[in-house]
């Protein structure tokens, strides 16, 4: 398979489509593969609630974070996820204003992606606090004590941001699902799923006003989702660049952070929809097309977080602040100067394969490298936020940063959650966004 | 649960022990009811506190737990209902008194303060003597009569000295053993026991004693003089491996005097002083010229020294610093004093006395007096005395006061076995206690009454400053039973011994100074021989081992008080540990790391303990701390650090073996312990470089910022910190300690870099690891106008004050942390567990007018709010400003050397003054927090000019 | 019969919708409501005392002054309540064996404190202090209410801290002249000055009292 | 009056078949995506639009009013009125609200949640959804009606009394 297929095989239609995706949500009984996947997801994410629980009862001392690294994996893994999330939204909503065809087929996974993405991002602020019950202090809500948030506080900002971002993503993402949701209510089997998805559809039946206001809708919302996710990140960005701790004080961060968006998105969705086209029988639809497509992207944004790296050398020496280039040496010659060059190669190095049609035809290779991907953008926050506190601006408070067991169990908790998340979406509602593919499918079988 | 540290589990065991409920009940009903129901440490806590209030510590009683009022039954006659008092008395160590005053608040004794108007003190107090308070509140103290195990009533007590006072007889094998004694009254007390026991003896031992230094003054003039510098009339000083600054008697004093004449700002006179020393201690560093030579090249050295200024000899083979050196000692005749620390041995002593008198220093820079301590003895031949007797059973009674020779006197232990009759009495567990047939529990210096003379032989009265939070007994009282069956009342037999008007003993109480008490000029002239006094050389051997004691725990003594425990070493910046101190030149031979284990051989005694490298001690030498590897002591020292008190037994030639394995050690500093720029920071520079242009060390004006908004209240509270006078004792850090209620987290969790100290004292070791320029920062949160940690706060927590405070609201903290992240200069601590209520004292010890901060929420330096709050009130209920020195943060008045001022700069005084400073800068200046804080450069005066 | 729904299905639908939306305001409503409610600051609640004390008898009844019991009310941050000592004075004279004072004689006989109940406790982490307030001339009632209407002591004030900035950010109308800080049944008259005179006479405005750092340590 | 529900299995069929149809009564189409041709505009944009202004305005105003009348406090020795440090959450609620208005003003210009309709009753509307392209037809003249669907050759016609 060396020649590129086409966004859709020769002789895909409408019925056949409709009948396969619909199937899928609609049938009796989950795959075995599902259940082999489904269980240690839920494991893992019943392990995520344990080492929450432990942690609101004993405190963020059992992490390991301390005086000068006072921020560890709860930041790290949030902007990881947050990071991911967004790439969803990207497909889903940029790509949709540029009418590419090749985004009709993978956009629901990808917003679902953004759904559960958002979600464990979501969790982490809170969990970060130190008295997490009070997180509602963030919140501008009428109190007796007269008080209001701190609005100047880039964390403020990212609260909003993040609860911004979290409602327009499910909105969007329902939306989008309304006329599928009544094309399985309309094939629903049993009563039961007749009336689930019924109530879900809410009574959608693609009247002429329906789909008028539906399209003017949809459209704007995506115009409005793209400068989000946007905002999201350079607020994220902000979290870091607002402050003026070493190796966070620049301008650069927020641009910087929405190409890290774009890379760990890309690579999210391509490590989804290439086993989910084989495990659904999908290659109809989702062809080698879209992953040849997605393998650019991922080249693409590659080449963007590359720049960025090399001008967070650049300034720092240029700008010759002797703490920032104290620190900046630590990253490379340093106590954790393996992670910093396994971000440049896994985020910098690795993606260049993606020059060869070749390989971006190798599904084999696109996954691994995609999978580095997603492991560097975790060691580039890694980079971002320990290695830059544990080399203050008074070498009196230089320190250390060891991870505790209880810091791992809740990433891996999260992406246990995470997958937990996509397969009950794989289960429950098409994956496929039929209405859009009949748009570029043809009507009738031939 | 939360990887707490062994040192809190205490109380609970304390709850759990029958004994003790019995007491308790006894003493504070709630408790008891409390301890009988099984409920969290914190609840018993709170009413071990109520309990302490009805005992009688709490007049009124504001906030009391469990949202009751508790008031007295009788109106507490002379304590005010609320607001704070002092009460002067002294902390003593070694025999020597400090004046301290006692801040009550709430009647209830909370802080340690210096007395301006001790001689000792001026205002200035130890780390030592700050933490004391702790120790007055130690849940672990001994209490209740012990006799082979078993507890015992008073009334046995009283029978069995009874029977003792006949037995004795002329009291042939009668002896009392005690540390250094400085008591007239306890001394009054002896001479009376000798006269009803003619034969029984009375014999001193204090592991870190003064020995050399007594036989020396008798080598040079045939007494025991003491010698009295008069360090801020000394333009040259020359230490010999002293401890002048760091804990002779009198330290705090010295301190005072030398910092006096040491900023060139504020003096025009600045002193020149050449530290000769084989590791580094206070004294040198504070020293513009450190020479780093070891104990064996000293023998040498300071006769030469002598010679050369003695008889104007030129010594061959010296350091290329020798001859110049004599040569401006020579100079300087009238006005130069030289310090041989008590490490050496009496021959270098009396060298010293001779150099001294011959540089015509006597008179000028420091003065003879008689001796201070009551009866000086030569405690090593003492106590070979006692041994013997012992070992040939010739002891039938032994006394143990105040002394705990079977943890510090190798083979003490078993000569107590042979002994019949042997009573300790002490205040805390110890392991003498252990071992004697009688333990009884004595009460703290702060539950009677007693007295003790200062460097200078000044008395002091001390006064029991609460009632007794567990019955004891004072040694006066006990003396009193040995020498007739009426118990008598301490505060008698103190007030005999002074023979002091009602009035004159008014004024003394409250002043903490018994007038005219002050020892006399000694006239004794120096003996011809003292000149020609050779000094031994020591054993071989390729390594040379010194004993010093730790800097906070002492001999051993503070081993149960936190405070001290976590307090970092000022040179090491090492908590809970006492490993061996390596000169690096020995580290590279063994190729040791610091933590890596080392095993140490005296003869046949040995120890294994881990090591840590001390750039600037000798090549040839290690030190070891001694005070640590306590055993029988309370939960806080029980297994802290190693002992080597086997070794100080061990003859013979030392030999150290690396080890295998290494060792986690809390230090508090993890950056590369030598420095190349250290200048950043510590701003330095020499008395010429100051003389053309002062200000060459001060920070530019104010960085142009975008914001130009300044707090615009009716008062400007800034601070100044001169380097110049740091000597970086600590002694700040356990006030801060103690003024705002910040716990101690124990070693765990120092070594996950989570201490809570919101003062610290940077250390910063320069250049050359064998002869480094070591420095001192002490640095708070600096207040900044413009600071940075208040932008980033999402919920407000931490905003400004219109007086210019960084104001810390721990209420509204919800522990983002970011703050924290966002201080350039990291001086923001974080509750990562409820460290304060894991806390083991009482929660009546804690300062009521500080919030004690929650697990979850940020704390750090407020200025001492609650002092300026204070302030404020009073100021406005008067209708005028604040004055501009009227408040004085914790850090600040516990200063020995005055490196800290503190003020309102609206209303000019001190701090506008020094702010003035042509020295000041701003730590970080590049930053543009307009700090409220600033420094003052620290300036060498070095050799080639010649600073006067 | 195809369809999925009965036409009732429609109404279920909006009863769904709209109660959804009143869930949701009645939330906020409630979010708002909650904290002011006399009910949760336990306004008027009366506490169970050893000694059913009557601030009314005492004060209205009898004329005695706050500062007969009080004592450090002008002199320390805590009002001060009266040792037992205080209450024999009198009651060693009268009412000497009334029942209900049993528990004030044991007291003194047996030399146990009274354990009173607090009625106004303020968290550990505000810093309250009388002196200051009496010197500015805050009157009591301002934040003890009615007192010398009180048989038995209840909180008379939210003691929120809404409560206290809104008098800290306009002391005036709390204020009155010297001589009727304790007179509780002082009510402001023609010839009282004004509240703009008095913060003049005590010298009030001075520094911002809306500064953290003025309550909390 | 007689509901009539017809459908087509193709688009152009259907389209061709409206304007005949729309002359015998209420005319609506349930099709499994837009009909093409249909060029009415929508007011969703312009109320999203309003609602971005409002919200976003609102978002600033409360900040504003926070740090110079509700409680002003010296951050930093920054400005009360330190306008930039305002315009990302100013931004964020402006979007929410456009979100929300957006989503709900869908649901109420369609009368949504709508569940059921008459026009459910016709077995061939499940085909609506699918592939199949529907037209239902309220008329006094089911006769006429019929005949006209025969003619423009509509797949299946259901007739559902009312």
């Keep these: ?134 997180f509602y202090w963030l919140f501008p809500y009428p109190n007796s004590m007269g008080l209001w948030p701190q609005f100047r506080s880039p964390l403020l900002w990212d609260f909003f941001a993040i609860l911004t971002y979290v409602t327009a993503s499910v909105l969007f993402w329902y939306l989008g699902l309304l006329p599928d949701l009544a094309t399985l209510r309309d094939r629903a089997p049993t009563r039961t799923k007749q009336v689930v998805y019924g109530a879900m559809a809410l009574g959608f039946r693609g009247t002429s006003g329906q789909w008028r206001h539906y399209h003017a809708l949809y459209g704007v919302l995506a115009a409005i989702m793209a400068p989000l996710v946007c905002s999201v990140h350079s607020i994220v960005g902000l979290d870091f660049a607002g402050a003026a701790t070493v190796g966070w004080h620049s301008t650069m961060f927020p641009p910087f952070f929405i190409f890290g968006a774009f890379l760990s998105g890309f690579a999210t969705v391509l490590l989804l929809i290439m086993p989910l086209r084989r495990l659904l029988r999908l290659q109809r639809y989702i062809t080698t097309r879209h992953v040849e497509v997605l393998g650019r992207l991922l080249l693409t944004s590659s080449l963007f977080v590359g720049y960025a790296y090399i001008m967070d050398a650049f300034t720092t020496y240029y700008g010759g602040e002797k703490a920032e280039i104290t620190m900046f040496q630590e990253k490379l010659f340093g106590y954790y100067a393996g992670i910093y060059w396994a971000t440049i190669l896994f985020n910098v190095l690795l993606p260049q394969l993606l020059w060869f049609r070749t390989i971006r035809l190798n599904q084999l290779v696109v996954g691994l490298i995609s999978v ?50 996509i397969l009950m979406i794989v289960r429950l509602v098409p994956v496929i966004s039929m209405f859009e593919m009949r748009e570029i499918l043809a009507p009738r079988r031939p | 649960m939360p990887p ?60 009391a737990p469990g949202g009751v009022l508790i008031p007295p039954v009788l109106p507490a006659d002379n304590t005010v209902a609320a607001g704070s008092r002092m009460f002067a008395t002294a902390s003593v160590l070694g025999g020597y008194a400090d004046g301290i005053l006692v801040r009550h608040v709430n009647g209830r004794p909370i802080k340690v303060e210096g007395n301006p108007l001790h001689p000792a003190s001026l205002g200035g107090t130890s780390a030592i003597g700050q933490a004391e308070i702790l120790g007055f509140y130690d849940p672990d103290r001994s209490r209740g ?31 009392i053993l005690t540390g250094a004694v400085t008591s007239p009254t306890f001394s009054r007390q002896i001479a009376a026991l000798k006269q009803r026991y003619p034969e029984m003896r009375w014999h001193r031992w204090d592991p870190v004693c003064r020995d050399a230094m007594r036989a020396g003054a008798v080598l040079a003039y045939g007494q025991p003089v003491e010698v009295l510098p008069q360090l801020d009339a000394v333009d040259l000083l020359v230490t010999i491996d002293s401890d002048l600054l760091d804990s002779a008697p009198g330290h705090l004093r010295f301190a005072r005097d030398f910092a006096a004449r040491r900023n060139p700002a504020r003096t025009d006179r600045m002193s020149r002083s050449y530290a000769i020393e084989p590791t580094p201690s206070l004294t040198g560093v504070a020293a513009d010229h450190r020479f780093v030579v070891s104990p064996r090249d000293l023998v040498r050295i300071v006769p030469a020294l002598a010679a050369s200024i003695l008889r104007g000899e030129t010594p061959a083979g010296m350091p290329s610093w020798f001859a110049p050196l004599a040569a401006e000692m020579q100079a300087a005749h009238g006005r130069a004093f030289i310090h041989a620390g008590p490490q050496q041995p009496a021959e270098i002593h009396a060298l010293v006395h001779a150099m001294n008198e011959a540089l015509g220093g006597r008179g000028a820079t420091y003065t003879l007096i008689g001796p201070v301590e009551a009866d000086p003895v030569d405690q090593a031949a003492s106590m070979r005395d006692l041994m013997a007797d012992m070992q040939a059973g010739h002891v039938t009674s032994l006394l143990i006061m105040d002394s705990n020779p079977v943890f510090t006197l190798p083979g003490f232990g078993e000569a107590l076995k042979r002994v019949p009759f042997s009573m300790t009495l002490a205040a805390e567990t110890t392991e003498t206690g252990g071992q004697t047939h009688w333990t009884l529990p004595a009460r703290h210096p702060f539950e009677d009454w007693s007295d003790a003379r200062a460097y200078d032989g000044t008395v002091t009265i001390l006064q029991p400053q609460a009632k007794p939070l567990y019955d004891g007994l004072s040694p006066h009282a006990l003396l009193a039973l040995f020498q007739a069956a009426d118990q008598v009342d301490s505060r008698d037999v103190v007030r005999q011994t002074h023979g002091l008007t009602d009035g004159q003993w008014h004024d003394a109480l409250a002043t903490g100074v018994v007038p005219n008490t002050r020892a006399a000029v000694s006239d004794a002239r120096l003996k011809s021989g003292a000149a020609q006094a050779l000094p031994p050389r020591p054993a071989g051997g390729e390594v040379t081992l010194l004993f010093r004691p730790d800097p906070h725990l002492w001999d051993g003594r503070f081993a149960n008080n936190a405070w001290l425990q976590e307090l970092p070493r000022p040179l090491t910046k090492l908590t809970w540990d006492n490993p061996l101190l390596v000169s690096p030149a020995i580290a590279k031979r063994l190729g040791l790391a610091n933590g890596d284990r080392v095993s140490v051989a005296v003869g046949d005694a040995s120890v294994v303990l881990p090591a840590w490298v001390m750039p600037g001690q000798a090549a040839d030498c290690a030190v070891a701390l001694l005070g640590f590897g306590r055993t029988d002591v309370g939960m806080v020292g029980q297994g802290a650090g190693y002992d080597v008190y086997p070794l100080t037994g061990g003859g ?88 705002n209620n910040i716990p101690t987290v124990g070693k765990q969790q120092v070594i996950h870099e989570r201490e809570m100290h919101w003062l610290r004292i940077d250390r910063y070791h320069e250049g050359d690891p064998a002869d480094p320029n070591i420095l001192f920062q002490p640095v708070m949160c600096q207040h900044c106008e413009q600071a940075p940690c208040e932008i980033v706060c999402p919920v407000g927590a931490t905003v400004h004050d219109q007086e210019g405070l960084n104001v810390m609201v721990y209420n509204r903290c919800v522990g983002t942390r970011f703050c924290s992240n966002n201080c350039p200069y990291k001086v923001r601590r974080f509750n990562y567990f409820d460290f304060a209520g894991e806390e083991r004292r009482p929660a009546v ?94 300036i060498f005066n070095v050799g080639s000019d010649t600073g006067t | ?43 008027g609640w009366t506490v169970e005392q050893p000694v059913p004390f009557s601030h009314q008898h005492h004060v209205a009844g009898l004329g005695i002054d706050c500062r007969f019991c009080h004592v450090t009310v002008e002199t320390a941050a805590n009002a001060g309540l009266p040792p037992t000592y205080t209450c024999m004075t009198c009651h060693s004279q009268i009412w000497t064996n009334a029942a209900l004072l049993a528990p004030v004689r044991e007291s003194l006989a047996n030399n146990t404190p009274i354990v009173w109940h607090r009625v106004t406790d303020l968290p550990d982490y505000v810093y309250f202090n009388h002196k200051i307030h009496i010197a500015k001339g805050v009157g009591c009632q301002s934040c003890h209410g009615t007192i010398q209407d009180m048989a038995l002591t209840r909180k008379a004030r939210t003691l929120t801290m809404g409560f206290c900035l809104d008098c800290h950010r306009d002391p005036a109308p709390n204020l009155r002249p010297a001589d009727a800080i304790f007179n509780t049944d002082w009510h402001r008259t023609a010839e009282t000055p004004s509240p703009a005179a008095l913060m003049q006479h005590y010298h009030v405005g001075g520094r911002n009292l809306t500064d953290c750092s003025i309550c909390h340590r | 009056m007689t509901l009539i529900v017809a459908s087509f299995e193709s688009e152009t069929g259907l389209i061709e078949a409206l304007p005949r149809l729309r002359g015998l009564g209420a005319v609506e189409t349930y099709t499994p995506k837009a009909l093409q041709g249909d060029d009415r505009t929508s007011i969703l944009p312009l109320v999203v639009l309003i609602a971005a202004l409002l919200g976003a305005g609102a978002g600033f105003g409360m900040q504003v009013y926070a740090n110079t009348v509700g409680y002003p406090v010296d951050i930093g020795g920054r400005p009360e009125f330190s306008w930039p440090a305002f315009v990302p959450i100013a931004f964020e609620i402006g979007i929410l609200s456009a979100m929300l208005a957006g989503f709900f003003g869908y649901l109420i210009v369609n009368r949504l949640p709508h569940l059921y309709d008459p026009v459910d009753e016709a077995m061939l509307m499940r085909g609506a959804t699918c592939d199949r392209w529907c037209v239902s037809i309220r008329t006094d003249s089911p006769d006429r009606t019929h005949d006209l669907l025969r003619d423009l050759a509509a797949e299946h016609v259901e007739e559902l009394s009312e």
Aim: net charge positive; charged share 15%; glycine share 10%.
């Design chain 2, 145 to 175: 009569l012990i006799r082979d195990g078993e507890p015992q009533s008073w009334s046995s007590l009283l029978t069995t000295l009874a029977a003792q006072r006949d037995a004795l007889g002329q009291g042939a094998g009668f002896r």
């Design chain 3, 1 to 43: 019969m195809a369809a999925i729904f009965r036409p009732t299905a429609n109404i279920a639908a909006q009863v769904v919708v709209v109660g959804l939306g009143m869930l949701i305001v009645g939330g906020a409503v409630w979010w708002w409501a909650w904290p002011r409610m006399d009910y949760v600051r336990h306004m």
């Design chain 2, 4 to 63: 707490v540290n062994r040192q809190w589990r205490g109380l609970d065991r304390l709850a759990r022990d029958p004994a003790f409920v019995a007491r308790a009940s006894a003493e504070f009903p709630q408790l008891a009811a409390a301890l009988a129901e099984p409920r969290d440490r914190r609840s018993v806590l709170k009413l071990m506190a109520a309990g302490l209030a009805l005992a009688g510590l709490s007049g009124c009683d504001d906030g």
């Design chain 1, 1 to 134: 398979m060396n020649a590129i297929e086409p966004v859709t095989l020769p002789g895909s239609n409408n019925p056949d489509m409709t009948d396969h995706v619909s199937a899928i949500a609609l049938r009796s009984k989950a795959f075995l593969w599902w259940w082999i996947a489904v269980a240690p997801a839920a494991l893992l994410t019943s392990i995520l609630i344990g080492s929450i629980l432990y942690l609101f009862y004993a405190g963020v001392g059992i992490w390991g974070i301390d005086w000068p690294v006072a921020w560890g994996f709860a930041i790290i893994s949030y902007v990881w996820w947050i990071a991911i999330a967004s790439g969803g939204t990207f497909i889903s909503a940029l790509f949709f204003l540029t009418r590419s065809e090749w985004r009709n087929s993978i956009n629901r996974i990808a917003e679902s992606m953004t759904l559960f993405g958002a979600a464990c991002a979501g969790i982490y602020p809170i969990l970060h606090l130190g008295r997490p019950w009070f």
């Design chain 2, 845 to 938: 010890a804690r300062n009521p007018d500080v919030t004690v901060r929650a697990r979850g929420v940020m704390e750090k330096c407020t200025f001492c709010l609650q002092r300026i709050a204070e302030a404020r009130i009073d100021a406005d209920m008067a209708n005028r400003p604040i004055g501009a020195d009227e408040v004085k943060t914790a850090c600040q008045s516990a200063c020995p050397a005055q490196a800290i001022t503190f003020g309102n700069m609206a209303q000019g005084g001190d701090i506008a003054e020094r702010k003035k400073s042509p020295l000041t800068y701003t730590l970080l200046d590049d930053q543009g927090t307009r700090p409220r804080v600033t420094y003052e450069a620290r």
């Design chain 2, 652 to 739: 013979g030639p030392v030999t150290l073996r690396k080890g295998t394995g290494r060792e986690v050690l809390a230090c508090t500093e993890h950056h590369d312990p030598i420095f190349t720029d250290a200048g950043d920071y510590v701003r330095q520079g020499t008395l010429a470089a100051f003389k053309a242009n002062p200000g060459f060390l001060g920070g530019p004006a104010e960085q142009p910022s975008l914001y130009n908004r300044k707090p615009t209240g009716p008062a400007a509270w800034g601070m100044s910190i001169d380097l110049n006078a740091c000597i970086g004792c600590n002694a700040c850090v356990v006030a801060c300690t103690a003024e």
């Design chain 1, 372 to 421: 580095g991907v997603i492991v560097g953008m975790w060691c580039e926050r890694y980079t971002i936020v320990v290695v830059s506190l544990h080399r203050p601006r008074l070498p009196s408070s230089y320190g250390i940063f060891h991870a505790t067991i209880w810091d791992w169990l809740t990433l891996t908790g999260t992406a246990g959650f995470f997958v937990f998340g």
